[in-house]
C-alpha cells in the first residue's frame, strides 16, 4: 500500500478514491503553487461505480485506495464525465484491472473523444442529456456541459443524495488534507477564483444558461462533489452564487497595470499610472510579467474595470512575455473593460499600437490613444503617465 490519502465517505456508500498531486506546480501553464487532486468517486450499490478516475501517473494510487473499499474487480460499470487527461489518464488501467469488458458510460463527445485519446475497443455506452440510469437504490441523471469546458463534459446526478458529480466545474487547484468546504472556510474562495478565471471565464454565457436550466429543471444539490480539490457540502449553493457573480464579469473600480521592462523605463511608467490611479481612490495594482505569472493576472484581471498594459518596443515588436500574456487574456475573452496601452521606446516604437490591436480585438474599450515616451521617462513624461492614470480614474470612479 502507498502512502497516499484513504477513501473518505461523503455521502452514505459514496467515497471519495481520488489522488493527491501534491507536487505539481504547472498544469498545463497554469501555476499551482499548491499543486491540486484529481478526485475519482465510488458508488457502492448494487451495481458499484467510479466516476471519473485521475492522472495516468495515480491509478496505481485509484487502485489501491479503491481496493480499500472493495476488490476493484467487483466493479460494474465506470462513468467519464470528462476525457481531459487529468480524469481520463487512468481509464486504460483501471479497465485492464476491472475487466475490459465492463461498461463505460460516457457523453456521446465523451464517446469520440475517448476514442481518439485511447485506442481502445471498449464497451462504450453513450448516454443522452437527461438520460437516467438505475444503480440499484440510487438514480443517476447525466446532464450533458458541452463546452463546459470541452465538448465531451457532462455532469451526473445522483437523485437520491442530491448530490452533483460536477467534473472541471466548481473545482479548484488545491492539494491539502482537507476535503470538504466546511474545513477550508474561505480560504478556499481565491483558488475557485483563480480555476474560474484561467479555465472557465470564456464560457462564462454557457455558465449562466447552464444555472438556469438547472434551476428549471429543479435539481437542487446537498453535495456538489468537483474533480479538482474540496467537495461543497456546508454550503453548495455558495460556489453556485460565486459562478454567478464572476460569470457577470461586473467591473469593479480597480484596475491591473500589466508590464514588461528591459531598463525599467516602462516600469517607472506602470508605477507612476497606478499612483496616480491610487491617489483616485482606485484599487490599483503593478504586474511585472516577470514577477506574475499569467495565470495570477488573470485572476486580478476578471473584476477590475480597467486593464492597462505596456511594453517596451524590442525589435520593432512587442516584448515577448506581453506578447504572451495578450494571447492568453484574448483567449479568455474578459468582457466590460476599459483599456489602454503605454510604452517606452528608442526609435521606432511600434509596441503601443500592437497593444491597442490586442486590446480592440478583444473589445476593450479605448480610452485613450495610449502613452508613448521615448528611452527614460523625464518629469514631463513621468507626469503623462499621472494623466493617463487620472483619466482611467475618472472613468472607471463610477464603479
Ligand atoms: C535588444 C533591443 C532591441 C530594441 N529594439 C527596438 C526597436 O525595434 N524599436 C524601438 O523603438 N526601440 C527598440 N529598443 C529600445 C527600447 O525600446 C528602449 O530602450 C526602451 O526605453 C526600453 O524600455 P524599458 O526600459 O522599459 O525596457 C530596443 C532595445 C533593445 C535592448
Ligand atoms: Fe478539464
Ligand atoms: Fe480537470
Not at 479503491?66 to 483501471?94: A, F, Q
Not at 458510460?105 to 438520460?131: A, I, T
Not at 497606478?274 to 484599487?283: F, I, K, Q, S, Y
Amino acid at each position: 500500500m502507498g502512502e497516499q490519502m484513504k477513501p473518505i465517505e461523503i455521502a452514505k456508500g459514496i467515497y471519495w478514491v481520488g489522488a493527491i498531486d501534491w507536487n505539481i506546480r504547472d498544469f498545463h501553464g497554469y501555476s499551482t503553487y499548491q499543486g491540486t487532486t484529481y478526485n475519482s468517486y465510488l458508488i457502492m450499490d448494487k451495481k458499484i461505480t467510479l466516476i471519473d478516475t485521475v492522472k495516468k501517473e495515480f491509478a496505481d494510487e485509484l487502485l489501491e485506495n479503491i481496493s480499500r473499499i472493495v476488490d476493484p474487480k467487483k466493479i460494474d460499470c465506470v462513468i467519464s464525465n470528462h476525457t481531459e487527461m487529468d480524469h481520463s489518464g487512468g481509464l486504460p488501467r483501471v479497465m485492464h484491472k476491472i475487466g475490459e469488458d465492463k461498461p463505460l458510460f460516457c457523453s456521446r463527445m465523451g464517446h469520440k473523444n475517448l476514442s481518439h485519446h485511447f485506442q481502445e475497443k471498449w464497451n462504450y455506452n453513450p448516454v443522452e442529456d437527461g438520460g437516467e440510469m438505475n444503480l440499484g437504490r440510487r438514480n443517476l441523471v447525466f446532464l450533458e456541459t458541452r463546452m463546459l469546458h470541452w465538448p465531451d463534459s457532462m455532469f451526473t446526478y445522483v437523485k437520491e443524495d442530491k448530490l452533483l458529480f460536477s467534473s472541471d466545474a466548481f473545482g479548484q487547484h488545491y492539494a491539502g488534507l482537507e476535503r470538504f468546504d466546511d474545513q477550508m472556510g474561505e480560504a478556499i474562495m481565491p483558488h475557485a477564483l483563480k480555476y474560474f478565471a484561467n479555465i472557465l471565464l470564456l464560457y462564462s454565457p454557457l455558465i449562466l444558461k447552464l444555472v438556469d436550466k438547472v434551476t428549471e429543471m429543479g435539481l437542487s444539490f446537498n453535495t456538489i462533489c468537483p474533480d479538482h480539490g474540496i467537495i461543497w457540502r456546508k454550503d453548495p449553493g455558495k460556489i453556485i452564487k460565486a459562478y454567478v457573480e464572476w460569470s457577470d464579469q461586473k467591473p469593479k473600480k480597480k484596475a491591473v497595470v500589466i508590464y514588461d521592462t528591459m531598463w525599467q523605463s516602462t516600469k517607472k511608467m506602470a508605477e507612476a499610472i497606478v499612483a496616480a490611479l491610487g491617489e483616485e481612490g482606485v484599487d490599483a495594482k503593478p504586474m511585472n510579467l516577470r514577477s506574475c505569472h499569467r495565470s495570477d493576472i488573470m485572476t486580478e484581471v476578471i473584476d477590475a474595470g480597467a486593464v492597462i498594459v505596456g511594453s517596451p518596443t524590442l525589435n520593432n515588436g512587442l516584448f515577448p512575455t506581453v506578447s504572451d500574456f495578450l494571447t492568453y487574456m484574448k483567449g479568455l475573452r474578459p468582457k466590460n473593460k476599459i483599456g489602454a496601452a503605454f510604452c517606452s521606446y528608442g526609435w521606432s516604437g511600434e509596441a503601443m499600437n500592437l497593444i491597442n490591436k490586442e486590446l480592440e480585438a478583444m473589445k476593450f474599450e479605448i480610452i485613450d490613444p495610449g502613452l508613448k515616451i521615448q528611452y527614460v521617462p523625464d518629469k514631463e513624461g513621468l507626469q503623462a503617465c499621472h494623466e493617463l492614470g487620472k483619466k482611467i480614474a475618472q472613468r472607471i470612479s463610477g464603479l
